[in-house]
T-cell receptor
Framework: QQQVKQSPQSLIVQKGGISIINCAYE??????FPWYQQFPGKGPALLIA?????SEKKEGRFTISFNKSAKQFSLHIMDSQPGDSATYFC???????????FGQGTRLTINP | KAGVTQTPRYLIKTRGQQVTLSCSPI?????VSWYQQTPGQGLQFLFE???????NKGNFPGRFSGRQFSNSRSEMNVSTLELGDSALYLC??????????????FGEGSRLTVL
């Protein structure tokens, strides 16, 4: 019940295209769903996050879509750029808890 | 504002040895958590400290331990190292706001290689 499943493991998208990464969770006690971006040699950095009281959150080219009934959420990167090439992790936690349960990660490559 | 600082960045140990990793959180942050990152298991929660008290612990053997000091700096220790302990160990800190939003600020990690 603590798992967060992420797909795909790797993704190649052409510059200007839409990158989509999906995650599913089991524990209905989770109420905070962040996405982290990690570049080689760096620690993960928060990209965008959502709580289950909304179905979508958009920040610039990044959008989280959330489906509470299906227990799924996804990250959409619009107009993908080579600088977006990184590993993306979805995660989940309970309110107020610092314990994040991470998905396995998606290595995204944007071809110029 | 300086970020989360972890030392050392790289280290090599042999099986059976022990290692201590250090983490200085962002100034003013009182919560520090540790994660292990490996290619096979991904990012896994080790433990979290707040005001020198362990608040939460992940599913790791007792060989993994940690502590937090009064200045919020934290250390983690791994005793009797095994080959499988080779990993990137990440420290993250959170301020008061982060305690409500869940945002963690990660350091660049300490990469441990066990031979």
């Amino acid at each position: 019940q603590q798992q967060v499943k992420q797909s795909p493991q790797s993704l190649i998208v052409q510059k200007g295209g839409i990158s989509i990464i999906n995650c599913a969770y089991e524990n209905t006690a989770f109420d905070y769903f962040p996405w982290y971006q990690q570049f080689p040699g760096k620690g993960p950095a928060l990209l965008i996050a959502i709580r289950p009281d909304v179905s979508e959150k958009k920040e610039g080219r990044f959008t989280i879509s959330f489906n509470k009934s299906a227990k799924q959420f996804s990250l959409h990167i619009m107009d993908s750029q080579p600088g977006d090439s990184a590993t993306y992790f979805c995660a989940a936690s309970k309110r107020g808890a610092q314990k994040l349960v991470f998905g396995q990660g998606t290595r995204l490559t944007i071809n110029p | 504002k300086a970020g989360v600082t972890q030392t050392p960045r790289y280290l090599i140990k042999t099986r059976g040895q022990q290692v201590t990793l250090s983490c200085s959180p962002i100034s003013g942050h009182r919560s520090v958590s540790w994660y292990q990152q490996t290619p096979g298991q991904g990012l896994q929660f080790l433990f979290e400290y707040f005001s020198e008290t362990q608040r939460n612990k992940g599913n790791f053997p007792g060989r993994f331990s940690g502590r937090q000091f009064s200045n919020s700096r934290s250390e983690m220790n791994v005793s009797t190292l095994e080959l499988g302990d080779s990993a990137l160990y990440l420290c993250a800190s959170t301020g008061t706001q982060g305690a409500n939003t869940g945002e963690l600020f990660f350091g660049e990690g300490s990469r441990l290689t066990v031979l």
